[in-house]
């Protein structure tokens, strides 16, 4: 006989409803219905006039960088990565707007802030990378150096930052206590006081970023100011290179290691919050470096910071996205930073429209082997008279020191020490034209590089500070000056630099004694 239902108590009653409840609340997951996938962080780290031989992945041998390296070993190294000048100011705009910065005038370096010209600064018609990146919901931080526009609407929290800490010119001291008025270290627009050696500044503000924004999406720009001069570095990263006997390489290796220390606390950050799998890191020069008052290494290429030569525009170039991209690759394939703003843009989401005239291209696709083809048939150079085309294994270059330009095939001659032009002329008319071609999409320069009054108080004088200036930023280090006891008497402010005005000052106050 079938047994009744039993009547419910109330106990009963309130658990069979709670786990009803329960259930109902517990979003059923479809078989084919996947996740939606995670918007990648980007991080840019860029560093200031590290030369191709500088770190340990790339033969430096007496300076070692682990933490630089660990991208190049967790991701790709890019063997034949390139950036769009020699000097600073127009590499990074390349960078920013993924075009040839030459399309839109900004071919020079301004100079310092006192003697630029009014001209000078990014055009409000380039949308850079932060502002695309700001278009899909990214909270933007930028923490360093600038050189992109002194004043007005061209400084980085109108050009798409919602955070900015670091400073606007060229080049900056590092030790606290060094004060340059017309280029104070900034938080947003307002100056404040760096509190401690400016790397481990910069690196503390990224990290607290990284860690304020850890729910994401982010893109943090770190364009440290290491390691261009001035020279200078605490006695914690010096006491590691004891064994350094010259004094300049030995404080070039302190800056280096600091570097390479801060570039380890935002991988750290990154790893200890759990975003590393799910970050899309690049670490990249800005160019060459000025070898012979820093002793930062270009080997094995020609050349030097401020010339066409691999030398100057050849720079150490590596990219980490664990998941996407194959850990421990090496990409022998020519790229150029121009491509890092639509890798960025395409791997947040986005679409790289026909109007905005990019010349990068997504990287991405290319590291990981989806596609075999070289990016780029042709890479080009313009700074001044200095020109150059790279196709495939061949570089035409009419560079510092050369009437002529002159033809390497760079596989088989890195060094470009053996000038092919007399036997392959028909190679060199190849190229010549494609570059001529090219050259003819260009405008002239916005400005030219101002150095302000001249040392002198002439024309010679102003040559003279020119000559000295091996990284062009428009004022003398004291490695590049050469005289110290001259030095401390020129810098009347103090802040490790010689502008001409300074030198000019210092001249007419001795005529008029």
Known sequence: MPREPHALGRREFLTLVGAGAAALSVPRRLP???EPARRPNIIVILADDLGYGGVGVQGCTDIP???IDSIAQNGVRLTNGYVSCPVCSPTRAGLMTGRYQQRFGHEHNPGPPQSADTNFGLLATETILPEHLKAHGYATGMFGKWHLGYSGDSVPTKRGFDEFYGFLAGAHPYVPGQVDPANPIMRGTEPVEAPEYLTDALAAEACSFIERQAAGPFFLYLPFNAVHAPLQATDKYLAR?????????????AMLSAM?????AVIGKLRDLGLEENTLVFFISDNGGPTPSTTSSNLPLRGYKGETWDGGIRVPFMAQWKGRLPAGKVYDLPAIALDVLPTAVTAVGGAIEAGWNLDGVDLVPYLSGEKTEAPH????????EQWAIRRGDWKLVLARGLTTPALYNLTQDISETT???ATEAARLAELQQAYDEWNAQLIPPRWTRQTGGAAGGGGAGAQRLRQLDADGDGKLSAQELGRPRLFRRLDTNGDGFVTADEAGNALRGRRAR
Do not use: M, S
């Open 377 to 384: 048939e042709d890479l080009y150079w313009r700074f001044g």
């Open 241 to 253: 290179f004891a064994g350094i006997a010259d004094e300049k390489r030995r404080t070039h290796a």
């Open 65 to 67: 960088t682990p933490n």
């Open 419 to 421: 000038d092919l032009a």
């Open 32 to 34: 084919a219905q996947a």
């Open 260 to 264: 390479d220390d801060a570039v380890g």
